[in-house]
């Protein structure tokens, strides 16, 4: 990796990094820097996603056998609770865009901060409020229900912390609605002077969309959580139906978030492969407007199809035929993305460096996923394998084979960026097959073992599904190994790595135009951008690394 001097650069910054402008604790709680605020993000991120694993290691632990004699039925509920409502809530939905949106953003744009800095530092202050009021719930005592809160179960017989636990989640999603807004705003109104919208990169695009998501359904959780917090404490009848009220009518406001949560989740990483495949491909993205067009269909459709959740509930089988329908047009836009992906990847000059590894490694399992989520669409396979391990299977392919591959190829991508360091290639790529390998190796028996007829949130299980279950228990502590190894060699790095230049991919895209790490102002004077992003072969065959497409004001001057 080296840094290759591009004509017509932007003028170097002559402030001081971000990282190196101010060191006190201060500095750091009272910030208004979106890239100061990127890191508090993925330090409280971090922080989620291992206690999540600690938990969920325990429960693999206990299933090795098929007596469930390592935990007792309760505390495997409580177990599996916290880690569903950990990695959902506090790792997945606030991950991409919280780290590399706020980062990245106004970087990508030619901005020099995100439209309401002050806004976005509260953002922060809400999700870690709302995590340690869920944490407290999850550790004084624990709950029971499930990630999904299910009424009546929550509001009436569940004796746990349902109330604390749930108001966490609630203040968690006013972080996630004004980060929406801010993204929002920060895109329409400070974009640099020629980034039009056809213009924008893709990440940006994804962002975008996702917090069109964001601020349109998260408010629907927020008064489904109010609504369950009601009953349960003030025994109002809402969802009760021994006093009138209806249980399906949470389900159907909690899959109304909870569907397109599911694309809050996955467009941000959708954004960041994008970005990571046309690198290190050197070649523009195949289809750029059905790209963007493909993301904006899934963020509208996604609204529409929650009721393929509510099969098995007893709604009407009319209701249930529309959503099956829908739920197969919304993968077209899906599909689209994986053969556009493939389609740039195609006579392009691949390099397998480590981010490149993890996004090809989301691809497959992204695919995987989502196939798998036609069967899911498909009402009577649906009824054979709901709420067997076959789901488990299938939304783990999607958001830790998919989401979390993506975090990490966008880690390892923009990390040079962010840090100023590089980090030892070997490790990265070995740790980045390692990954692979443990969650196939984890995730694959559990569809198997599912279509078999293993309900999910089960701990004690007939020994004839022994085998699945110990190859399943034994990926999930090679993933664990896999997962400790990127703290561990990114570390190193921040004291030992070599330093990195602007541009240490030779990468298009305004983020590499200033220095690594930036300064707190972003850019030395304002970007002028005349052309569109990934400039990488215009040809369409020979690459020609690093084409510069920016000129800056200064330029002219
Ligand atoms: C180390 C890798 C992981 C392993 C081994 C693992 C394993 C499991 C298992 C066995 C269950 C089923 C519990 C049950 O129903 O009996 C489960 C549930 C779940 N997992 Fe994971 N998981 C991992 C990572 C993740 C990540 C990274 C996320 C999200 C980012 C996630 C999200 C969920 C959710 C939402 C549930 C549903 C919980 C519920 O049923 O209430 N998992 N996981
Ligand atoms: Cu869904």
Redo the contacts with the bound molecule.
């Keep these: 990796m080296t840094d290759v001097a591009i004509s017509g650069e932007l003028p170097l910054p002559r402030e001081p990094s971000y990282l190196a402008a101010g060191h006190t604790v201060a500095s750091w709680l009272a910030t208004t820097d979106h890239k100061r605020i990127a890191i508090l993000y993925a330090a409280t991120i971090t922080f989620f996603?291992f206690l999540?694993?600690i938990a969920?290691?325990l429960?693999?632990l206990d299933?090795f056998t098929p007596a469930g004699d390592l935990l007792s039925d309760d505390t495997y509920n409580k177990l599996?609770?916290f880690?569903?409502v950990i990695?959902?809530w506090f790792?997945?939905v606030p991950s991409i865009p919280g780290t590399f949106g706020n980062f990245l953003l106004p970087l990508m744009i030619g901005a020099r901060d995100v439209a309401f800095p002050r806004l976005n530092l509260f953002s922060w202050y809400l999700i870690v409020t709302g995590g340690a009021c869920t944490l407290y719930a999850l550790i004084a005592g624990g709950v029971d229900t499930?990630?999904?809160f299910y009424t009546p179960f929550s509001t009436m017989f569940s004796n746990t912390h349902v109330i604390a636990a749930a108001l966490g989640v609630f203040i968690a999603g006013f972080s996630s609605i004004a980060t929406g807004v801010n993204f929002i705003a920060t895109t329409h109104m400070l974009r640099a002077p020629g980034m039009t919208w056809f213009r924008l990169p893709l990440f940006v695009w994804a962002i975008y969309a996702t917090s069109l998501v964001m601020v349109l359904a998260t408010p629907v959780l927020a008064v489904t959580l109010l609504l369950v917090i009601a009953e349960r404490w003030l025994h109002l009848p809402i969802f009760n139906p021994d006093f009138g009220g209806d249980p399906l009518l949470f389900q159907h406001l909690f899959w109304f978030y909870s569907h397109p949560a599911v694309y809050i989740m996955v467009l941000p990483a959708m954004g960041v492969i994008s970005e990571v495949i046309t690198c290190f491909a050197r070649r523009r993205v195949f289809g750029y407007d059905f790209m963007v067009y493909a993301m904006v269909g899934i963020a509208v459709i996604g609204f529409f199809v929650w009721g393929h959740h509510m099969f098995v509930s007893g709604q009407s089988p009319y209701a249930s035929l529309v959503f099956s329908f829908l739920s197969f047009i919304v993968a077209v836009p899906s599909a689209i993305k994986v053969f556009n992906w493939t389609a740039t990847l195609y006579r392009g000059q691949i390099s397998f460096d480590a981010p490149m590894l993890y996004a090809l490694g989301f691809l497959g399992l992204f695919t995987i996923g989502g196939l798998t989520g036609l069967f899911l669409a498909s009402i009577p396979v649906d009824v054979h394998v709901t709420d067997t391990?076959f789901v488990?299977a299938h939304?783990?392919y999607i958001?830790?084979g998919g989401?979390?591959s993506a975090f990490f190829a966008g880690l390892h991508y923009w990390w040079p960026k962010i840090t100023g360091r590089l980090y030892p290639d070997v490790w990265a790529r070995f740790a980045a097959i390692l990954m692979f390998f443990g969650f196939n190796f984890?995730f694959f028996p559990q569809f198997i073992v599912g279509y078999l007829g293993m309900p999910?949130?089960?701990?004690v299980y007939p020994p004839e599904f022994q085998l699945y279950n110990v190859l399943?228990s034994a990926g999930?502590f090679v993933?664990?190994a896999a997962?400790l190894l990127p703290p561990l060699y990114l570390t190193w790095s921040l004291i030992w790595g070599a330093r990195a230049g602007r541009n240490p991919w030779n990468a298009t895209g305004l983020e590499w135009k200033t220095s690594s790490p930036p300064s707190r102002e972003n850019f030395a004077a304002t970007p002028h951008v005349e052309e569109g992003p990934y400039r990488y072969h215009p040809e369409g065959f020979a690459p020609e690394h690093g084409e510069d497409n920016y000129r800056t004001e200064g330029d002219r001057a």
């Design positions: 996603f999540g694993g969920i290691s429960v693999r299933l599996f609770t880690h569903g990695m959902v790792f997945m499930g990630w999904t391990t488990v939304f783990h958001m830790v989401t979390v984890t999910r949130r089960y701990h399943s999930a993933l664990a997962y």
